[in-house]
C-alpha cells in the first residue's frame, strides 16, 4: 500500500504544480498584449498630434497684411537683407516725412514676385526713416494664380487698375495723387517726392489696364 499511495500523491503534486505554472503564465501573457496595445494607441495618438501640430508651411501672403508677416519665416529670407542694406536718401527724407502729413499710402505687392521683394522692403525703410505712421499704410498681398491674378480675397484692388506690382498708391482725403509701379524712374525717393509735391510724374506702364 505504501509503494502505491507515494504515487499517487507525486501524481498529484506534479499535476498541481503544472496547473500553477500555467495559471501563473496565462496573466503575463494577456498584461504583455494590453501593454502592446497601449504602446501601439499611445504611438498612434503621438502621430495624431504630430500631424495636427505641423500644418503645411505658408508659401505665399495673400490679402491685408501686417509689416510684422514680412518678418516671418519664410518671407524674413528675403525682406530682412533687402530691408537692413538699403540707405534710404537722407538729403530727402525730410521733405518727404513733411508732405507724408495727412496722406494714406497702399501698397500692392506678391510674396512670389521678385520686383515687390526688391522694392517693397525699401520702399518701409523709406517711410520708417520718414516717420510715417504705419497705421496710415495699408499692405495688400495678391495672387498669382491664372484664376486670381493680381486679386486679392478682399477684392482690395477692384477699380484700382492693378496691372504690375508693386504699385505704392498716395492719397489725399481718400483721393489718388499719384503712384508708383513696379520700379523707380529715378529712385523711388525721387519719384515719391514728385508725386507728393504734385510736380509732371508719369510711372512705369502708365495708361496700361487690367485685361
Known amino acids: 500500500m505504501k509503494p502505491f499511495m507515494l504515487v499517487i500523491v507525486t501524481m498529484w503534486l506534479i499535476s498541481c504544480n503544472h496547473t500553477r505554472m500555467v495559471q501563473t503564465n496565462a496573466p503575463t501573457n494577456q498584461t504583455n498584449t494590453v501593454n502592446q496595445l497601449v504602446k501601439n494607441n499611445n504611438s498612434n495618438n503621438l502621430n495624431n498630434s504630430k500631424t495636427i501640430n505641423n500644418p503645411p508651411a505658408i508659401t505665399h501672403l495673400l490679402g491685408v497684411h501686417p509689416i510684422a508677416d514680412l518678418r516671418q519665416a ?12 538699403y540707405q534710404p536718401d537722407s538729403l530727402r527724407i525730410p521733405k518727404i516725412k513733411e508732405l507724408l502729413r495727412g496722406k494714406t499710402l497702399q501698397i500692392f505687392l506678391g510674396t512670389w514676385c521678385g520686383d515687390s521683394r526688391r522694392e517693397v522692403p525699401r520702399m518701409l525703410k523709406i517711410l520708417a526713416a520718414a516717420g510715417f505712421d504705419s497705421t496710415k499704410l495699408q499692405l495688400v498681398f495678391v495672387n498669382n494664380t491664372p484664376e486670381q491674378y493680381k486679386k486679392s480675397p478682399g477684392h482690395e484692388e477692384q477699380g484700382k487698375n492693378i496691372v504690375r506690382v508693386p504699385t505704392l498708391i498716395v492719397y489725399k482725403d481718400k483721393t489718388e495723387i499719384g503712384r508708383f509701379i513696379e520700379y523707380p524712374k529715378e529712385s523711388i525717393e525721387k519719384d515719391l517726392l514728385k508725386i507728393l509735391q504734385g510736380e509732371p510724374y508719369e510711372p512705369n506702364y502708365f495708361g496700361k489696364t487690367v485685361q
Open 74 to 85: 519664410p518671407f524674413a529670407d528675403w525682406f530682412l537683407p533687402n530691408y537692413q542694406s
